[in-house]
T-cell receptor, first 110, second 117 residues
Framework: GENVEQHPSTLSVQEGDSAVIKCTYS??????FPWYKQELGKRPQLIID?????GEKKDQRIAVTLNKTAKHFSLHITETQPEDSAVYFC?????????FGKGTSLLVTP | GAVVSQHPSWVICKSGTSVKIECRSL??????MFWYRQFPKQSLMLMAT?????????EQGVEKDKFLINHASLTLSTLTVTSAHPEDSSFYIC?????????????FGPGTRLTVT
């Protein structure tokens, strides 16, 4: 099955700085790569996603890049704010379901 | 649109009892639903894929006789944890794509916190 590796597991940045989270996947047939933000005890919230026919996508302070050749994709958050603090998960669509990375706990300090 | 609900939101049960969790698509039909389990400070792990009108597909290592899945209609899938034990305590989340043909995005339910004492 699909194996999704995510790094780092924890990330601490100062407010206003950028944060980058990286993921790699193993199955070259994967064609959809969403990123989720999850707050404690709540459902994952989709923040951005990218399909395999696109290399980059941006939505205000959030961007995702995809390198199909290298099988890795990254989440970029610019101008971080304390409310960005949460756990972030990457995922790759394998067949019909999603396989998730282990998550990154992001802390943005004022 | 594309709202998924779960019931109950939390449940406490005694060891050895069974618990049923419902997952409903409120404004769309879902021929397929996914069930995930998330232990504290861990990621979401796919347990099984629920298919309307047919048997569920379980991931490796998930006991199908312990986690009974029924997808009897296009808007309802249920997960029954039978003979629950403390190690089954977890956050259970369902999700569904918003169309019969499937789609890329999945919509997650709010999750059910199960505590087995």
């Amino acid at each position: 099955g699909e194996n999704v590796e995510q790094h780092p597991s924890t990330l601490s940045v100062q407010e206003g700085d950028s944060a980058v989270i990286k993921c790699t996947y193993s199955d070259s047939a994967s064609n959809y790569f969403p990123w989720y933000k999850q707050e404690l005890g709540k459902r994952p919230q989709l923040i951005i996603d990218i399909r395999s026919n696109v290399g980059e996508k941006k939505d205000q302070r959030i961007a995702v890049t995809l390198n199909k050749t290298a099988k890795h994709f990254s989440l970029h958050i610019t101008e971080t704010q304390p409310e960005d603090s949460a756990v972030y998960f990457c995922a790759a669509r394998f067949g019909y379901a999603l396989n998730f990375g282990k998550g990154t706990s992001l802390l943005v300090t004022p | 649109g594309a709202v998924v609900s779960q019931h109950p939101s939390w449940v406490i049960c005694k060891s050895g009892t069974s618990v049923k969790i419902e997952c409903r698509s409120l404004d769309f039909q879902a021929t397929t639903m996914f069930w995930y389990r998330q232990f504290p400070k861990q990621s979401l792990m796919l347990m099984a894929t629920s298919n309307e009108g047919s048997k569920a597909t379980y991931e490796q290592g998930v006991e199908k006789d312990k986690f009974l899945i029924n997808h009897a209609s296009l808007t309802l899938s249920t997960l029954t944890v039978t003979s629950a034990h403390p190690e089954d305590s977890s956050f259970y989340i369902c999700s569904a794509p918003p169309s019969k043909q499937g789609g890329y995005e999945q919509y997650f339910g709010p999750g059910t916190r199960l505590t087995v004492t």
